[in-house]
């Protein structure tokens, strides 16, 4: 207190733009997992990333650990795979045809065994897929931030983008909802990207959202449109015919 | 830091390229999953990233005149992203630093933005005169 009030004193310098980052005292979960354990670190960062995920970016390292980004991505990849095979299994009408007695369930029964051979070769190639998927896509991304100035005052370049990308696989686990879950994951896997590229590269939300969409609008806006009205067509079916 | 950084993107850089090389051969079969473009489904246009695909799939069979053909950028940024794993992992294993990486330089955002607008402009064209 007394050296507040001291005239002589250097003044204090001024507060950074942002809170500093990195796992000074309180790091991300998943970031401490030789201290909390592997399921018990990949849970708090799942949980993190799902109910504060500004705070989960700001916690993180931004250096000098592509490895942590990289099996969170993997883990969840596997996961959600797991997941999305489940709920494929449990819809496809023959699989359940198995169960009957005769031949039909025996041709069911065999259609069922090739396509779960097929799913466990999958679940092989997940973990490659992913290294590679994630490399591709944190390099687009990466590209399309160069391309609308978000990288300008980056302190983290080309690994804080493979981190929030790769952070943000965890939106796979959205898979667990059957129907719906994948369209949440997309929307949350959106959140995640914008919250976290503006964090780590000191830029504005929407030059990170610009970067992000750049690349669907790109390939993708005329199937929005078409999406919407497809959608606009049901509703007014749907209308017509008395619901509502 | 900035040293553990660019040391585990060399392994990892190079570690993603010889995992390609070695699924070239299931290219086709990988490439099968893959869904239809649907801006050109929708417009009859290609995309920005049509021919992606089939420019891989060239180059892994050799061909790589046929795959500039597809599409310029994406053959010339998967052979570099190979040739520039294959370069980082080599560059790390001989304990030699990546003389690349300085951050990507900002005056190469426009050059960037032509390109990508000259390489669609190139697709839409062969895909009208194709027709």
């Given amino acids: ?244 | 830091m900035a040293d553990a950084s660019v040391r585990q993107l060399g392994l990892l850089w190079g570690g993603a390229a010889l995992l390609l090389l070695a699924l070239a051969p299931f290219g086709p079969w990988l490439a099968a999953a893959l869904p239809p473009c649907p801006f050109l489904a929708l417009t009859g246009l290609p995309c920005a990233a049509c021919g992606t695909t089939r420019a891989a799939l060239s180059l892994a069979e050799g061909r790589p005149l046929a795959a500039l053909a597809v599409n310029p950028l994406a053959a010339l940024g998967w052979g570099a992203a190979v040739a520039g794993g294959l370069a980082a992992l080599l560059l790390r294993l001989a304990g030699r630093p990546l003389p690349l990486l300085p951050g990507w330089p900002h005056r190469w955002r426009w050059p960037l933005a032509a390109a990508l607008g000259a390489n669609w402009l190139y697709l839409v064209a062969r895909h009208l005169t194709a027709r």
């Fill in chain 1, 1 to 244: 207190m007394t050296t507040d009030l001291n005239p002589l004193a250097p003044p204090p310098p001024p507060p950074p733009p942002f809170p500093p980052s990195g796992p000074a005292g309180n790091p991300f979960p998943w970031e401490d997992r030789a201290r909390l354990g592997f399921v018990n670190a990949y849970l708090g960062g799942v949980r993190e990333l799902l109910t504060a995920p500004a705070a989960a970016f700001a916690r993180m390292r931004e250096r000098g650990d592509y490895a942590s980004p990289l099996l969170f991505a993997i883990v969840s990849a596997i996961l959600g795979a797991l997941f999305s095979g489940l709920w494929s299994f449990a819809f496809k009408p023959t699989n359940w045809l198995a169960m009957l007695p005769g031949d039909l369930g025996e041709q069911a029964g065999a259609a069922a065994a090739i396509a779960a051979g097929g799913f466990f070769f999958q679940l092989i190639l997940v973990p490659i897929m992913t290294m590679i998927g994630l490399l591709i896509g944190a390099g687009i991304t990466h590209l399309f931030l160069l391309l609308f100035g978000g990288l300008q005052q980056s302190p983290s370049g080309f690994e804080g983008t493979f981190r929030v990308v790769g952070y943000s696989s965890v939106t796979q686990l959205a898979n667990l909802v059957p129907i719906v879950g994948p369209l949440a994951g997309t929307i949350w896997a959106i959140v995640l990207l914008v919250l976290g590229l503006a964090r780590l590269h000191r830029t504005t939300q929407g030059r990170a959202l610009a970067a992000v969409f750049a690349p669907l609008v790109l390939c993708c806006v005329c199937a929005l449109f078409a999406a919407i009205l497809a959608g606009g067509l049901i509703a007014g079916a749907i209308k017509g015919a008395g619901g509502f």
